[in-house]
């Protein structure tokens, strides 16, 4: 009965020393780490090695996560939100000043821009119409920019129209009338330093129209008609001499 006895307890000892005994790679830690359970469950140094890879790559992509998260709130603290169909004026007003609406029109600066000469009245209008529609300052100097170099492609485009226009009409003129055209040329100048007043003869000047080849035709033709052209004409070798026998209205007969 004593042997049998004996028997069980060496069993059982023998059973519970083998589960209860720790891994022998923790022998290599130091004194303070070999009874820490967290290592217990791992029976081979390698088995420990494989988890602790494991859980570094979980913890790395743990902490790109958060770095994406991070990120986007801070987008998102500093995002101005486009307001919904219900928005109210006051909210689209706070809207268009978070993107860069100045608190009052006269706020609105414009480029200097050479060769443009801005009208009061129309900076005044674009400043109330950029307000109202809530144009951000930025935007509106760009915009003002850009109405400069159209009005100046414009105004370049214009001129280069009308000195074509009159070249066209002078290489014309001086076909149809041929050694008249100095003659009609110079009677035209006489004709508005007659008859027109300074402010009108001032307007002839600065635009360029008293040399117009139009209106040199028209001139001369009129004073064709008159009997304007005469005197010219006799201080003219190449001109036409006037018809025998015919009398204009303000010359000499011709001799008889």
Partial sequence: MADNEGTGEGAGTG????????????????????????????????????????????????????????ELETKLS????????????????????????????????????????????????????????????DMAAKVAAQYDAFTLAMEKANNEAVVKAKADAETAIKAELGAQYPVAVELTTRMLGKYLKPEEKAFFDETGMGNHPVLIRMLFDFAKKTGEDMGVRSANNNADKPKEGFVYDKSPAPPK
């Fill in 15 to 70: 059973a519970g020393t083998g589960q209860n005994e720790a891994p022998a790679w923790l022998a290599q830690l130091p004194a303070d780490l070999k009874a820490n359970e967290t290592f217990t469950p791992y029976k081979t140094l390698g088995d420990f090695a494989k988890a602790h890879l494991e859980t570094a790559g979980k913890v790395k992509e743990l902490d790109g996560k958060v770095g994406k998260v991070t």
């Fill in 78 to 137: 500093s995002a101005i939100f486009k307001p919904d169909d219900k928005a109210t004026p006051e909210q689209w007003n706070e809207y268009y000043k978070a993107l860069g609406k100045p608190e009052k029109p006269t706020e609105y600066e414009f480029p200097v821009t050479e060769g443009i000469q801005r009208d009061p009245k129309f900076v005044e209008w674009a400043q109330q119409t950029f307000h109202e529609i809530g144009l951000p300052k």
